[in-house]
């Protein structure tokens, strides 16, 4: 560790949080990520130490306190807080006190301010914004998760968003993963290594695909085709504007969820934009064999013709063609309750032999949780997803599994759970109530036929 | 100099003699020492004239409407843009010609462009209602800041020197809380 971080860090077991921002901007200039590597290895290291309950929820303040100046540090507040997001994908590895926290604070980037943009629009596209657009907002009007949205007009009049990265941002993330590989290095002897591992090379896939824009511009552009003349829109984006840091695509008009809520919308309504965003992740899912790392209210707009706009293609990972096999085969048995197939699939993602090697504890905390996550699915006619018992008894089954889940799972096991509970949360956000077995099945057969 | 300059880069600045860059230009040794007198004096004024050009840009992209901080940093992305033919080289040719230990450089042509940079600087502190005072505390701090930057960036590997675009947007920050007296340490 560098010596100045290490340095910082000592000096915040005993000093206050320096209270301005140029304070904790010049103290902060050169750490960068690295406090976030140090916590993250403590976080690890954690996991194997014996510690009273009292000097565990020391440790937990002094985290929450570091975590606090880390979200000072400019740019690469993003960047804190999407290495955040993807290693809550992983509470087998930081803790579930770490997820919490991160995703408790709110860590937003301040925006890039408009002579930053032109410098990187100069590098990546060769030109100004204001020679490239025919109109172009200097200031952003979206934030995203490493980068900012601005309104601009091209030319022939077409209204498009235009995403910017922001710089070095990759580059700062990719450096952490690295660091957390020579991390996971200490502790190679230790139960689950291989596991884990495993779980931050994935991870690390998942990332650096979103932090390239063309691959998000492709893989919109994929959806777009398969949603074109039904009621989700997808943007078509432009590829002669478009790089691995600059994003332009076709601006959708609509409201996102927060304010389409904020109108007090008819129950008709809630459902229809229910079923709408199922109907995409679920074709998506199906059509694709692919599924979303990262799935947040932020992805949909609530048009005013109730048409629902599909905008965020970022994170995502990509079946194998075994797994998804193998991943349909499961579905299956758990739709017809099959318990002995169930637990055939549970020991194959927990890569054991035959289903005598699980730990019966752990396989039966699995089975509740499968048997929740299906309920909408073998539920016959429309499926309150508003209803309080469902959503409480998936929220505790979650908890439970991120206090006694362990490492040995395969990786899609934990994106398939994090989409899941996405889903289900952006439903009880809508207070929705629809016939969501239909639209799954109908496109489970579509994709075998 | 067109030429002298494609020799530091063809055969690095270190190795190009005044021999070679005579020889190129198929002139005498010591008639190239009438003009400048030494080889780093000839890389200083290379670099000096890009920052010149460098302003020049500033000047015409600036549209008056930026924040201080925004200003600064257009400026000196600007230089920064203006100069990168000569990055791989700049670091030991500002060591001589602009030496952060010299209170005024030794070397005319970085002493000149030393000037000229921070009468830019100057011009923008006013447009932006602050008092620019020669040799004052905030502008030997803005010197200090400057060549960090130029330093960091000579060694930047990474794509298009992003990793120095965000330095230099700290930088600006800094420097514009220092100036408008925000520096307040935090009070228990």
Redesign the interface.
């Known amino acids: 560790m560098h010596p100045l971080t290490k340095t910082l860090l000592l000096k915040e077991q005993t000093k ?1 949080i ?6 904790r ?2 103290c902060l ?1 050169n750490s960068q990520a690295r406090i976030a590597a140090y916590y993250l290895d403590y976080a690890i290291r954690k996991n194997f130490l014996h510690g009273d309950d009292q000097q565990k929820a020391l440790n937990q303040t002094k985290l929450k306190a570091a975590l606090q100046l880390l979200g000072t540090m ?2 690469l507040r993003g960047a804190i807080m999407k290495v955040g997001q993807l290693f809550a994908n992983l509470p087998q590895i930081i803790g579930p006190e770490l997820v919490e926290i991160f995703e408790s604070l709110q860590f937003e980037a301040p925006p890039m ?4 943009i ?3 629009f ?2 990546e596209l060769g030109k ?1 914004p204001d020679e490239v657009f025919a109109q172009f907002e200097k200031r952003a009007f979206a934030a995203a998760s490493l980068g900012q949205v601005h309104r601009a007009r091209l030319h022939d009049g077409t209204e498009v968003a235009v995403k910017i990265q ?3 941002i990759a ?1 700062t993330i990719t450096s952490d993963f690295k660091t957390m590989g020579m991390l996971l290095q200490t502790m190679r002897l230790k139960k689950d290594f291989q596991y884990l591992k495993a779980h931050v090379l994935d991870a690390r896939e998942v990332f650096l695909r979103e932090v390239d824009y063309l691959s998000e511009a492709s893989y919109m552009e994929k959806n777009r085709q398969i949603f074109t003349g039904t009621d989700i829109v997808v943007p078509r984006y432009f590829p002669d504007l478009t790089t691995k840091k600059v994003l332009t695509m076709e601006r959708l008009p609509g409201q996102h969820l927060q304010s389409f809520l904020a109108q007090n919308p008819s129950q008709d309504k809630r459902n229809h934009f229910g079923e709408l965003i199922s109907r995409s992740l679920v074709q998506s899912f199906f059509r694709f064999r692919t599924i979303y790392a990262d799935l947040h209210p932020g992805n949909f707009l609530f048009m005013e013709d109730g048409r629902l706009g599909f905008i965020d293609f970022g994170c995502f990972q990509q079946f194998s063609q075994e797994r998804w096999r193998f991943e349909q085969e499961s579905e299956k048995a758990m739709f017809c309750h099959d318990r002995d197939k169930t637990l055939q699939f549970l020991a194959r993602i927990s890569f054991h032999k035959s289903t005598d090697e699980l730990d019966p504890n752990w396989a039966e905390m699995m089975l509740r949780q499968v048997q929740w996550v299906i309920r909408p699915i073998v539920a016959e006619g429309s499926f309150d997803f508003a209803d309080k018992d469902y959503v409480a008894e998936g929220v505790s089954l979650f908890k439970e599994l991120m206090q006694n889940g362990n490492g040995r799972v395969d990786c899609f096991y934990n994106w398939t759970n994090r989409a899941i509970l996405g889903h289900r949360s952006l439903m009880y956000r809508l207070q929705c109530k629809f016939d969501y077995r239909s639209i799954y099945l109908h496109e489970m057969r579509q994709a075998r036929e | 100099m067109e030429r002298a300059a494609a020799l530091f880069n063809e055969l690095g600045y270190e190795k190009t003699t005044t021999r070679d860059i005579s020889k190129a230009c198929g002139m005498a040794k010591g008639t190239l020492f009438n003009y400048f007198s030494s080889k780093e004096t000839l890389a200083m004024t290379l670099v000096a004239e890009a920052m010149e050009t460098g302003r020049d840009i500033y000047l015409q ?1 600036r549209t008056g409407e ?2 201080f ?3 600064m ?2 400026f000196v ?1 600007s230089e920064l ?1 203006a100069l990168r033919p000569f990055r791989c080289y700049i670091g030991p040719v500002l060591e001589s010609g602009m030496s952060v230990f010299a209170k005024h450089s030794i070397c005319p042509a970085g002493e000149k462009a030393r000037q000229a940079h921070l009468n830019t600087v100057g011009s923008i502190l006013t447009s932006h209602n602050y008092e620019m005072i020669k040799d004052s505390i905030a502008l030997t701090l803005y010197w200090s800041l400057y060549l960090g930057i130029l330093a960091h960036w000579s060694k930047d590997t ?3 020197q ?2 120095s ?3 230099l ?2 930088t600006m ?2 420097f514009a ?2 100036i408008s007296g ?7």
């Open positions: 206050k320096p209270a301005t921002s140029f304070m901007l010049w200039g400019g740019y301010h408009y002579s930053m032109r410098e990187v100069l590098d100004e922001y710089p070095d580059r | 992209r930026e924040s901080v925004e200003d940093f257009l992305a843009r990474s794509p298009h992003q990793e675009l965000t330095l947007d700290y920050k800094v809380l220092t925000d520096m307040t340490p935090p009070q228990d």
